[in-house]
């Protein structure tokens, strides 16, 4: 078999931007694989160092990007996420500054959970004598270069970006927007596993390997697509960020109140009905620059009214 391609955790970056050189081209259908580093790059390797050994790390590096031939601005990127494998340890830690319970702490402490168990039984981390928790691995950052000003990585927006959503999973398919020629993909901040909302300020933070499969969408099949959207086990997922929640729900929610219209012919009153009886609105993330939103539906509803997804 052919090497996969690959992008090696050398070619990252603490900002998602159209004037980023492409760190590898890869055609309508290919398969690459993405190295990444975690969102400490890699630098927090001892509990009894928590600011971590590197002098000027990136915050959040995202490894990338990735031109797709042909990924044309108004075109959809849709990445299938086939396989997410991570390194054999987590780490976790406290901040002082940001985070739901930030005022806690006075001082930054790093917590490091080695990663048991393989990939047929099932991944765990040993949290303490009590309890063992099973893993459920997701990428944090994943997005493509915005058409204007780079984002950082630390930030969600309508390029996806650090999400933080912990649907992104191996077997989900995300669909985000090509603003630039190629697309630019980049990806990274991989969590063993996050709860949503993110309280603390991080997930298990970790880094490893990304396989995804990326197909270029056009027309009217990418029009329709509210992006950044979400596939994942049997739900399509509009999310969306702003900087209060109550402005990132109602953006998750119409997005996906429009998208239900057209996909099931529906008109405004009996697709906010579907909307109220089926969509289930979830916080990904309320630690980041801006809060992250997603509203969930189910597919086969729509299915039933003869849409497939692309
Ligand atoms: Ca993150
Ligand atoms: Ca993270």
Redesign the pocket.
Known sequence: MADILTITREHVSGILTKNAAPAAFCQDGGTVVFETR??YDDAVVSEKRPLGDKTDPIE?PATGPLYVEGAAPGDVLKVEILDIRLRDWGVMRSSTMCGVFHEDFTERTARIFPICGDESDGRYIVFDDCLTIPLDPMI??IGTAPAGEGITTDTPHSHGG?M?CHKIVKGSVLYLPVNVPGGLLSMG?L?AL?GDG?VLI??L?TAGRVTVRVHVIKGDAARMLPTPFLYCRGRVMTIQSAVTLDAAGDLAAKAMKTFVKDAAGKDNLEAGMLMSLLSDMAVCQVVDPLKTVRVEFPLDVLEQYGYHLP
Do not use: P, Q
Request: net charge negative; proline share 0%; aromatic share 0%.
């Open positions: 975690d969102c959040n944090g950052v650090n933080d901040d969590h996050m993110e991080c997930g933070e």
